[in-house]
């Protein structure tokens, strides 16, 4: 069982930058797929960025492409979402989550574990 605990969040300005992290446990990590999901309240949970088992290997949501990078550090058991030029609509509670496969990187439904999410609040 892995269990994932994400931090980082808060209240930045539009323009800004915040850098979240995801701190894994419970399982061998660089053995798991890691994605970040955003979702706000009323909305699915969709799609920001996934990372390979050892970081080679990246995908992007096209509204991030450009300003966010996902990062891990498989000796810290850490993964991590960069996030620049922050605008509002990026608002909404980051999750990251864990499978074991490459496929569907983008399909919430594909992975296996879940943090509990961090409140991003961008200011305009």
């Known amino acids: 069982q892995v269990q994932l605990v994400e931090s980082g969040g808060g209240l930045v300005q539009a323009g800004g930058s915040l850098r979240l992290s995801c701190a894994a446990s419970?399982?061998?990590?660089?053995?798991?797929?890691m994605g970040w999901f955003r979702q706000i309240p009323g909305k699915e949970r969709e799609f920001v960025a996934a990372i390979g088992w050892s970081g080679g290997s990246t995908v992007y949501a096209d509204s991030v492409k450009g300003r966010f990078t996902i990062s891990r550090d498989n000796a810290l058991n850490t993964v991590y979402l960069q996030m620049n030029s922050l605008n509002p609509e990026d608002t909404a509670v980051y999750y990251c989550a864990a499978k074991r496969t490459i496929v569907a990187l983008a399909s919430r439904h594909s992975y296996d574990y879940w943090g509990q999410g961090t409140q991003v609040t961008v200011s305009s």
């Open positions: 419970g399982g061998t990590f660089s053995n798991y797929v």
